[in-house]
């Protein structure tokens, strides 16, 4: 603690030193018309739990690896617990992290994350906003549970060509936007790719040629690894009219991750010797791709259609072959494969309208169809060749789910009194799986109250069922990891939420918020069944427990903005319950149940050349089940014959408080070109927090000196935490160049 | 210039700064509590098992000071007495002496007047008031300075059968160095009234009667007993974790607690969900004795020469045998057993990294598990010869 108030004392004057500055005031207006049009939308919304962000904030924010994170900026919201560090998990209100709607220009996303979580699947350079719900959900959105991501990518200019190209410290992204028609048509392309590769595959190579001087060519090992990411995005937009557009948007990203070793031996037989090779081959892929089709029509000055047609595939892929080299007179080999595939497949079509009858109703109405395919296959192979009896044992193990989903929505924006609005609406939901039916009505509400010309008072109500379910037999975002529909067995995920809250822009500097929400959710699986990577395929329905979930809160918020200044400070006091009840009776805390959070941002621009940025992180620790209680039996003549330990109720544990300070600095300048290029150097955990990623529970042991004058150990009689940090301080470094 | 004064304070700051840490959990020593053990049958005997659960950082007695026991059957109070270890037993386990010293750690049970042996029974209370389908069983214990626990339980219905169906089989199995022949038994038992919602559980008794009749006339009897092995693996779903296979480690054995469930002596039970039921079918397989009838050879030790010589010829018969217990089990029964085979085996979740550690309980105030149960048994089975490949 000593120490985190030194370094956060060290980071203050560092601030306050700077502050001293004088300051070069240029170039502000920019940064001030956002906020103003940022605020107004805000407080526009009727719908409580709604921040909105565009681009421009997502990318001058912090920056990992030189690589702005849209969820990572998200898990600093109020109300979100971002899980295992570094991941880009995203537990909204008590959610599980795996019920929240992802859209990218209006389609789903089922994997939203590169490298096991560590970044997002957006391209930042690509957004140009996103709407992120917590509560308050409008009828228009659906099939999710806990939050909605709408983001949206930006058109291409269609005037002039431009771009952005970065070189982070993993990868590099590119992006360029033009006219392809001048006026009328234009495109905006996005790559991003890891480039580690020139890095470590030269130093395999290395590696190799220094086995094969050392074992010679035949029998120096080989080994081949190389991780990469990647992922592209395009959107063309053709303008056939003001009113009417159509825009096409293609998104693949994808993880690669192949792995060869070779290894010879050599065997002596007859006096000539015999060399052969054991081979390991494995490779992990997975990722997304989707394209659509969008159309946007003012069909009136009073009517306006969004029509998008879509297709989106997840696709998980691992395989691994091993084969075992012998020698019994000849060449005999014995090789096993398996191959995991898991695909999800989603088609669909939706329509939107919006119809302004009056200036007093705002009425949006659509529907959707879609038409998912969720087939996750096992596929396995051990072989003998050249054995006396050689043996062939194969099998598959696959399951096909074809399922329908449609919905109709209608939702009504009424100005009933000038200091009264609401949002009414409602969505009916069909889902069709396998000859089962679900139908379901989910009601939503919002009312805002106008306090004043800068106060408003806004309560919602939502239900929300999600018809998907992420299979996963661990808490990490494995590979491993499938999607499975809801059954006749396994019911669809469903949730409840009321929302209240206080806004206010108290100055034109400073906005507030104060929000808080209880929500119900049934219907909630867990993996309940022996310790598994791989999900169990054919018997995930029964493998998995079904149980409840609660959580409640209060969150707030102020952001501050000055002219150079801008900060932001949340705060989240929140409980998140479960109920489980072939895990516990009663009702046990979750494992993302943080009492508390905090988030404290500040960004000082402080010359147009010259920007800092710092963030302090806390949460109060995750938790996780450790044994509380221990049973020892004793014999009739005193002897201790068992002793056992007993985990009283799941997630017992609260692991060590969570803290972190991260800092960067922007240093921009002009390029003879004109083109504005920016070295970024940020500075993750700057303190080195470790904090806990995981713990267990271990006897405490002491040092003492034996009496013949040895140094020993010997248990205490206390059990001790013994925390697992992963991450310690990063820093890193990245250019980017606008043009 | 000024900027950078700070910025390398801060710098050295971080560097400064440790990267490791242990904690010391908050809520380690807890108090005590009591840990109850009771699983009512239809049986003649039920059995109590009273423990004492100690806040992990906590010292002090380790058993407690049980102050009164009320099992109630609808209501009304039963008899309960303390069980009294019994003397050793006889010489009858000629593998193993040590089971019959005093010594051993465990005593022997009787199931058809053959002995099975199980760890020692301590701090066992019993009673012998009749229990049977359908009955409602409540406990109370109360110990010196704990908190009185309590629980109830309903005793399910019995299973009724249909139809058993065996059938011997034979496979190949690949294991990563080897390859090797696997025979078994496969089993299909059709059960009335079967429900996803209930929960069931399976015992497979065996027994070999190894008979040697040399070509001298003498006549050599062994008899080998035990427990199939219930391994649910078939060619089509095999390496495939299924219900069965996710509780079948489950041993509901005194290994854990110092507990053997009833008089049926069912230690190699294993626990099931009625929705992996097809039908009202429970198929599985298991690995049993089989019955065997052959002529061999044997050899003498000849003390002149000092060597082995050739003896003669004998004929060796294998009379085996099979007997199902076939069990409803209580919810209770079913998720505490579960929750104890998963806290043993699930190492991913010991490091929070997977759901799935927790100690179920129903004792209200405590820890352990009142459960309940009926059992319905088979006749014994002549066990067919081992199948070809």
Same mark, same amino acid.
């Given at each position: 603690?000593?120490?985190?108030?030194?370094?956060?004392?060290?980071?203050?004057?560092?601030?306050?030193?700077?502050?001293?500055?004088?300051?070069?005031?240029?170039?502000?207006?920019?940064?001030?018309?956002?906020?103003?049009?940022?605020?107004?939308?805000?407080?526009?919304?009727?719908?409580?739990?709604?921040?909105?962000?565009?681009?421009?904030?997502?990318?001058?924010?912090?920056?990992?690896?030189?690589?702005?994170?849209?969820?990572?900026?998200?898990?600093?919201?109020?109300?979100?617990?971002?899980?295992?560090?570094?991941?880009?998990?995203?537990?909204?209100?008590?959610?599980?992290?795996?019920?929240?709607?992802?859209?990218?220009?209006?389609?789903?996303?089922?994997?939203?994350?590169?490298?096991?979580?560590?970044?997002?699947?957006?391209?930042?350079?690509?957004?140009?906003?996103?709407?992120?719900?917590?509560?308050?959900?409008?009828?228009?959105?659906?099939? #999710?549970?806990?939050?909605?991501?709408?983001?949206?990518?930006?058109?291409? @200019?269609?005037?002039?060509?431009?771009?952005?190209?970065?070189?982070?410290?993993?990868?590099?992204?590119?992006?360029?936007?033009?006219?392809?028609?001048?006026?009328?048509?234009?495109?905006?392309?996005?790559?991003?790719?890891?480039?580690?590769?020139?890095?470590?595959?030269?130093?395999?190579?290395?590696?190799?040629?220094?086995?094969?001087?050392?074992?010679?060519?035949?029998?120096?090992?080989?080994?081949?690894?190389?991780?990469?990411?990647?992922?592209?995005?395009?959107?063309?937009?053709?303008?056939?009219?003001?009113?009417?557009?159509?825009?096409?948007?293609?998104?693949?990203?994808? +993880?690669?991750?192949?792995?060869?070793?070779?290894?010879?031996?050599?065997?002596?037989?007859?006096?000539?010797?015999?060399?052969?090779?054991?081979?390991?081959?494995?490779?992990?892929?997975?990722?997304?791709?989707?394209?659509?089709?969008?159309?946007?029509?003012?069909?009136?000055?009073?009517?306006?259609?969004?029509?998008?047609?879509?297709?989106?595939?997840?696709?998980?892929?691992?395989?691994?072959?091993?084969?075992?080299?012998?020698?019994?007179?000849?060449?005999?080999?014995?090789?096993?494969?398996?191959?995991?595939?898991?695909?999800?497949?989603?088609?669909?079509?939706?329509?939107?309208?919006?119809?302004?009858?009056?200036?007093?109703?705002?009425?949006?109405?659509?529907?959707?169809?879609?038409?998912?395919?969720?087939?996750?296959?096992?596929?396995?192979?051990?072989?003998?060749?050249?054995?006396?009896? @050689?043996?062939?044992?194969?099998?598959?193990?696959?399951?096909?789910?074809?399922?329908?989903?449609?919905?109709?929505?209608?939702?009504?924006?009424?100005?009933?009194?000038?200091?009264?609005?609401?949002?009414?609406?409602?969505?009916?939901?069909?889902?069709?799986?396998?000859?089962? @039916?679900?139908?379901?009505?989910?009601?939503?509400?919002?009312?805002?109250?106008?306090?004043?010309? @800068?106060?408003?008072?806004?309560?919602?109500?939502?239900?929300?069922?999600?018809?998907?379910?992420?299979?996963?037999?661990?808490?990490?975002?494995?590979?491993?990891?499938?999607?499975?529909?809801?059954?006749?067995?396994?019911?669809?995920?469903?949730?409840?939420?009321?929302?209240?809250?206080?806004?206010?822009?108290?100055?034109?500097?400073?906005?507030?918020?104060?929000?808080?929400?209880?929500?119900?959710?049934?219907?909630?699986?867990?993996?309940?069944?022996?310790?598994?990577?791989?999900?169990?395929?054919?018997?995930?329905?029964?493998?998995?427990?079904?149980? #409840?979930?609660?959580?409640?809160?209060?969150?707030?918020?102020?952001?501050?903005?000055?002219?150079?200044?801008?900060?932001?400070?949340?705060?989240?006091?929140?409980?998140?319950?479960?109920?489980?009840?072939?895990?516990?009776?009663?009702?046990?805390?979750?494992?993302?149940?943080?009492?508390?959070?905090?988030?404290?941002?500040?960004?000082?621009?402080?010359?147009?050349?010259?920007?800092?940025?710092?963030?302090?992180?806390?949460?109060?620790?995750? #938790?996780?089940?450790?044994?509380?209680?221990?049973?020892?039996?004793? +014999?009739?003549?005193?002897?201790?014959?068992?002793?056992?330990?007993?985990?009283?109720?799941?997630?017992?544990?609260?692991?060590?408080?969570?803290?972190?300070?991260?800092?960067?600095?922007?240093?921009?300048?002009?390029?003879? #070109?004109?083109?504005?290029?920016?070295?970024?150097?940020?500075?993750?955990?700057?303190?080195?927090?470790?904090?806990?990623?995981?713990?267990?529970?271990?006897?405490?042991?002491?040092?003492?000196?034996?009496?013949?004058?040895?140094?020993?150990?010997?248990?205490?009689?206390?059990?001790?935490?013994?925390?697992?940090?992963?991450?310690?301080?990063?820093?890193?470094?990245?250019?980017?160049?606008?043009? | 210039?000024?900027?950078?004064?700070?910025?390398?304070?801060?710098?050295?700051?971080?560097?400064?700064?440790?990267?490791?840490?242990?904690?010391? %959990?908050?809520?380690?020593?807890?108090?005590?509590?009591?840990?109850?053990?009771?699983?009512?049958?239809?049986?003649?005997?039920?059995?109590?098992?009273?423990?004492?659960?100690?806040?992990?950082?906590?010292?002090?007695?380790?058993?407690?000071?049980?102050?009164?026991?009320?099992?109630?059957?609808?209501?009304?109070?039963?008899?309960?007495?303390?069980?009294?270890?019994?003397?050793?037993?006889? =010489?009858?386990? %000629?593998?193993? %002496?040590?089971?019959?010293?005093?010594?051993?750690?465990?005593?022997?049970?009787?199931?058809?007047?053959?002995?099975?042996?199980?760890?020692?029974?301590?701090?066992?209370?019993?009673?012998?008031?009749?229990?049977?389908?359908?009955?409602?069983?409540?406990?109370?214990?109360?110990?010196?300075?704990?908190?009185?626990?309590?629980?109830?339980?309903?005793?399910?219905?019995?299973?009724?059968?249909?139809?058993?169906?065996?059938?011997?089989?034979?496979?190949?199995?690949?294991?990563?160095?080897?390859?090797?022949?696997?025979?078994?038994?496969?089993?299909?038992?059709?059960?009335?009234?079967?429900?996803?919602?209930d929960y069931y559980g399976i015992t497979v008794m065996q027994e070999q009667d190894n008979i040697l009749s040399y070509d001298d006339g003498r006549v050599e009897t062994y008899n080998n007993k035990g427990y199939g092995r219930i391994i649910n693996w078939s060619e089509s779903d095999s390496e495939i974790m299924s219900e069965l296979q996710a509780t079948g480690g489950a041993w509901i054995d005194s290994y854990y607690n110092g507990y053997f469930i009833d008089s049926y002596g069912a230690n190699s039970m294993k626990l099931v969900s009625g929705n992996i039921l097809k039908d009202g079918h429970l198929q599985f397989d298991c690995s049993i004795f089989w019955s065997e009838d052959h002529e061999s050879t044997y050899a003498i030790f000849d003390e002149d020469t000092n060597m082995w010589v050739d003896g003669g010829s004998l004929t060796v018969t294998r009379d085996a045998r099979y007997k199902l217990l076939i069990y409803k089990v209580s919810p209770e029964f079913f998720r505490f057993n579960k929750a104890?085979?998963?806290?043993?085996?699930? =190492?991913?979740?010991?490091?929070?990294?997977?759901?799935?550690?927790?100690?179920?309980?129903?004792?209200?105030?405590?820890?352990?598990?009142?459960?309940?149960?009926?059992?319905?048994?088979?006749?014994?089975?002549?066990?067919?010869?081992?199948?070809?490949?």
């Amino acid at each position: 603690m000593k120490r985190l108030i030194i370094n956060v004392a060290l980071a203050l004057s560092a601030l306050i030193s700077a502050y001293g500055q004088e300051i070069e005031r240029t170039d502000t207006l920019r940064e001030a018309r956002i906020v103003a049009d940022r605020v107004r939308r805000d407080r526009a919304a009727t719908q409580t739990g709604l921040q909105r962000l565009d681009g421009s904030i997502l990318r001058r924010g912090f920056a990992i690896f030189n690589t702005p994170d849209i969820i990572k900026t998200l898990q600093m919201m109020p109300g979100v617990a971002g899980g295992t560090e570094l991941m880009s998990g995203l537990y909204v209100h008590g959610g599980d992290g795996t019920d929240n709607l992802f859209l990218l220009d209006g389609v789903p996303l089922n994997q939203v994350s590169h490298l096991v979580g560590l970044f997002s699947s957006f391209n930042s350079d690509m957004v140009e906003e996103l709407d992120f719900y917590k509560s308050g959900f409008p009828a228009r959105y659906g099939g #999710r549970m806990s939050s909605v991501v709408d983001v949206r990518t930006r058109e291409g @200019n269609f005037q002039e060509y431009h771009g952005t190209f970065a070189l982070g410290l993993i990868d590099g992204r590119i992006q360029v936007e033009g006219p392809l028609i001048k006026g009328t048509t234009s495109f905006n392309v996005g790559l991003r790719r890891t480039w580690s590769e020139v890095v470590t595959i030269p130093a395999i190579a290395y590696a190799n040629r220094e086995a094969v001087k050392e074992e010679g060519p035949e029998m120096a090992e080989k080994v081949s690894a190389s991780y990469n990411f990647s992922d592209f995005n395009l959107k063309i937009t053709h303008k056939f009219s003001n009113d009417n557009r159509l825009s096409l948007n293609l998104y693949g990203g994808e +993880d690669r991750l192949p792995v060869s070793v070779k290894t010879a031996s050599s065997v002596y037989d007859g006096g000539v010797e015999h060399i052969g090779y054991d081979t390991v081959k494995g490779k992990l892929q997975w990722g997304n791709i989707l394209g659509s089709l969008n159309w946007q029509y003012d069909i009136t000055d009073r009517l306006y259609l969004e029509t998008t047609a879509y297709r989106s595939k997840n696709r998980n892929i691992i395989g691994a072959r091993v084969s075992v080299w012998e020698w019994d007179g000849k060449d005999i080999y014995y090789n096993i494969g398996e191959d995991v595939r898991a695909h999800t497949t989603t088609t669909g079509i939706t329509a939107n309208a919006y119809y302004k009858p009056v200036e007093a109703h705002h009425i949006r109405f659509g529907a959707m169809v879609q038409h998912k395919g969720y087939a996750p296959e096992r596929e396995y192979l051990t072989e003998s060749v050249g054995y006396s009896s @050689n043996v062939k044992f194969s099998g598959k193990n696959d399951v096909l789910f074809k399922a329908w989903e449609s919905s109709l929505y209608a939702e009504d924006e009424i100005a009933v009194l000038p200091w009264l609005k609401a949002n009414i609406g409602v969505r009916s939901a069909l889902f069709n799986v396998n000859g089962k @039916n679900w139908t379901k009505l989910e009601p939503r509400a919002s009312l805002m109250f106008r306090l004043g010309d @800068n106060s408003d008072l806004k309560f919602s109500y939502s239900e929300m069922n999600q018809f998907d379910h992420s299979v996963a037999t661990t808490y990490l975002d494995l590979p491993t990891n499938t999607w499975m529909p809801s059954t006749a067995v396994v019911q669809p995920m469903f949730s409840r939420q009321v929302a209240g809250g206080f806004y206010t822009t108290a100055a034109p500097w400073l906005k507030i918020t104060l929000e808080g929400w209880y929500k119900t959710m049934e219907h909630l699986y867990e993996y309940g069944g022996p310790m598994a990577i791989y999900p169990p395929i054919d018997s995930w329905e029964t493998l998995f427990t079904e149980g #409840r979930g609660k959580s409640w809160g209060l969150e707030t918020g102020f952001e501050m903005e000055w002219e150079k200044i801008t900060t932001q400070a949340y705060y989240t006091l929140s409980w998140s319950r479960r109920k489980f009840d072939d895990f516990y009776f009663d009702w046990y805390p979750d494992r993302n149940d943080n009492r508390h959070k905090i988030d404290l941002l500040a960004n000082w621009y402080v010359s147009p050349r010259f920007e800092l940025y710092a963030g302090w992180h806390y949460h109060t620790g995750n #938790r996780m089940t450790a044994a509380s209680y221990v049973v020892k039996g004793k +014999d009739d003549a005193g002897n201790i014959y068992s002793r056992f330990e007993i985990y009283d109720r799941p997630n017992s544990l609260k692991l060590p408080d969570y803290h972190r300070l991260d800092l960067g600095l922007n240093f921009k300048r002009t390029t003879r #070109r004109g083109n504005e290029s920016t070295w970024n150097l940020s500075i993750y955990n700057v303190y080195c927090r470790m904090n806990a990623v995981f713990a267990h529970i271990t006897e405490e042991y002491e040092d003492y000196t034996t009496p013949e004058g040895y140094p020993s150990s010997r248990p205490t009689g206390r059990s001790i935490g013994e925390a697992f940090g992963l991450i310690p301080i990063i820093p890193t470094f990245g250019y980017t160049l606008k043009f | 210039m000024k900027l950078r004064l700070p910025f390398i304070f801060l710098i050295l700051g971080c560097c400064l700064c440790s990267c490791e840490y242990n904690f010391y %959990p908050e809520g380690l020593d807890k108090g005590s509590k009591l840990y109850v053990q009771c699983i009512a049958g239809n049986s003649d005997t039920t059995y109590i098992n009273i423990q004492k659960a100690m806040g992990i950082n906590s010292g002090g007695e380790i058993m407690p000071d049980v102050e009164s026991i009320s099992l109630k059957i609808n209501g009304k109070e039963s008899s309960i007495k303390k069980y009294v270890l019994p003397d050793p037993p006889e =010489y009858t386990y %000629p593998d193993y %002496p040590y089971f019959e010293t005093k010594d051993s750690p465990v005593e022997p049970i009787y199931i058809d007047d053959l002995p099975y042996y199980i760890l020692k029974r301590y701090n066992m209370w019993y009673t012998d008031a009749p229990i049977k389908e359908g009955d409602n069983v409540s406990l109370e214990v109360r110990a010196k300075g704990m908190e009185e626990v309590s629980a109830s339980a309903k005793v399910p219905q019995e299973v009724v059968v249909k139809e058993i169906k065996a059938s011997p089989r034979c496979t190949t199995i690949t294991d990563f160095d080897f390859t090797y022949r696997e025979t078994y038994m496969s089993f299909d038992i059709s059960l009335e009234g079967a429900s996803p919602d209930d929960y069931y559980g399976i015992t497979v008794m065996q027994e070999q009667d190894n008979i040697l009749s040399y070509d001298d006339g003498r006549v050599e009897t062994y008899n080998n007993k035990g427990y199939g092995r219930i391994i649910n693996w078939s060619e089509s779903d095999s390496e495939i974790m299924s219900e069965l296979q996710a509780t079948g480690g489950a041993w509901i054995d005194s290994y854990y607690n110092g507990y053997f469930i009833d008089s049926y002596g069912a230690n190699s039970m294993k626990l099931v969900s009625g929705n992996i039921l097809k039908d009202g079918h429970l198929q599985f397989d298991c690995s049993i004795f089989w019955s065997e009838d052959h002529e061999s050879t044997y050899a003498i030790f000849d003390e002149d020469t000092n060597m082995w010589v050739d003896g003669g010829s004998l004929t060796v018969t294998r009379d085996a045998r099979y007997k199902l217990l076939i069990y409803k089990v209580s919810p209770e029964f079913f998720r505490f057993n579960k929750a104890q085979y998963l806290l043993e085996t699930n =190492y991913l979740a010991e490091l929070g990294l997977s759901p799935s550690t927790y100690s179920y309980t129903n004792i209200k105030g405590g820890f352990g598990v009142l459960g309940t149960l009926t059992c319905t048994a088979t006749p014994w089975y002549p066990a067919p010869a081992e199948p070809e490949q």
